[in-house]
Structures are given as C-alpha cells and as structure tokens.
C-alpha cells in the first residue's frame, strides 16, 4: 500500500456539482438559479401551500358543514359482545375496568351499551350511557343498568 493508491471508502465522499465557483465553472453567474424573481434570490421562503398566487388548493375547495368542539362521543359496546365476554370470562358483572382489560375499549373512552345482538344471561352493567332498548334488555332478565 502506498499513498499514491488510498482511495477512500465506497460511498464515503460526495462529489457535488460545485456551483458559485466563477464563469469558468460552468455554473456561476446566476448559480443555477435562473433570473430574477423571487426564488432567485437569498432568504427566499414560501408559505406552506402558496402556489405561486394562484388561489390555492385550500381556498379553492368549498367548505360545508360544522364540527361541533363540544361534541361528546362516546364507544359504542353491543350487548352481543357482553354475553359473549360473560360466557368466555364467567362473569357477573360488566364494568369499565372489565372492558379496559378485555381490550374493548381504551382507558380514557366513555362507553354507551347498545342493543345489538342477544343477552341471555342475567347480568350487572355498568357504563356512562345506555340506549334505551339496551336497558330493556338488560332489565328484562333482571340486571340492573347503573350509570357513572
């Protein structure tokens, strides 16, 4: 090995066009920028979406409807899921921390039970909101709903 043979690493040295450098480059005068305008120039930035003062993008879509900040939403559980969780799990009594362990809802979720699918097993439910016909249900086979 011998100075006059190092090479360095495969992928280690960027060859980059050297632009700025003078006429004699082949890239100076106008540096690749073009002339005049706005992108010529140093310190140019635009604003995200501005499309060179055609109306932009977010402008030009029509907007409708309304999105209410006060909207409560709750995570719908269907009856159906109860019984099955109550079949599999042996259960008593459904509440919010079953349902966390379960993997049905998420911790910070507030649950509304709903009437689909068939509860045979009598059963204590508890949970933020019930529909009416899922307490009913649940009241028909002698469960009692409570709300938090």
Known sequence: MNLNNLTPAEGSVKKGKRIARGQGSG???????????????SGYK???????G???LQRRVPKFGFKNINRVSYKGVNL???????????????NL????????VAKKD???ILNRGELKTKINVTAHK???????AIEALGGVCTEI
């Not at 005068?29 to 992108?39: D, L, V």
């Not at 921390?97 to 049905?104: D, I, K, P, R, S």
């Open 27 to 41: 890239r100076g005068g106008t540096s690749t920028r073009g002339h005049k305008g706005a992108k010529s120039r």
């Open 130 to 136: 019930f529909s009416a016909t899922a307490k009913a």
């Open 80 to 94: 159906g899921l109860i019984q099955e969780l109550v079949e599999r799990k042996k259960l008593k009594e459904i």
């Open 110 to 112: 507030l649950v509304k």
């Open 46 to 52: 635009t604003k995200i979406g501005f499309e060179g």
């Open 54 to 56: 055609q109306m932009p």
């Open 97 to 104: 921390e079953l349902l966390q362990e379960n993997g049905v």
